[in-house]
């Protein structure tokens, strides 16, 4: 089992950037594909990215193409979503998850976090 815990969440200008970090305990980080996805009031939790368990592979939903990246830190057991050029149509709450092999699906996933809330004024 693994635990993970969201945050850098936060308020920021449309044009502007955030980082969110997941951290991950419990069991071996390395043995995870990760995943983001995100949910906005009144709609489906949408899928935004996932990265491989070693790193070399990720792979992004055509929304966020271009604007986001993912990476990991395996000294660390964290996850990170990098984001620029945020649009206010990016508000949500994000979340991380994990799984020993992922996909682009929620039910791909059987861990997750708690979600940080990111909101992009315009």
């Known amino acids: 089992q693994v635990q993970l815990v969201e945050s850098g969440g936060g308020l920021v200008q449309a044009g502007g950037s955030l980082r969110l970090s997941c951290a991950a305990s419990?069991?071996?980080?390395?043995?995870?594909?990760m995943g983001w996805f995100r949910q906005a009031p009144g709609k489906e939790r949408e899928f935004v990215g996932t990265?491989?368990?070693?790193?070399?592979?990720?792979y992004y939903a055509d929304s966020v193409k271009g604007r986001f990246t993912i990476s990991r830190d395996s000294g660390k057991a964290t996850v990170y979503l990098q984001m620029s050029a945020l649009k206010p149509e990016d508000t949500a709450a994000y979340y991380c998850?994990?799984?020993?092999?992922?996909?682009?699906?929620?039910?791909?996933?059987?861990?997750w976090g708690q979600g940080t809330q990111v909101t992009v004024s315009s």
């Open positions: 419990g069991r071996a980080f390395t043995g995870y594909d």
């Open positions: 998850a994990a799984d020993t092999i992922g996909g682009s699906e929620s039910r791909d996933f059987k861990y």
């Open positions: 990265i491989s368990r070693t790193g070399s592979s990720t």
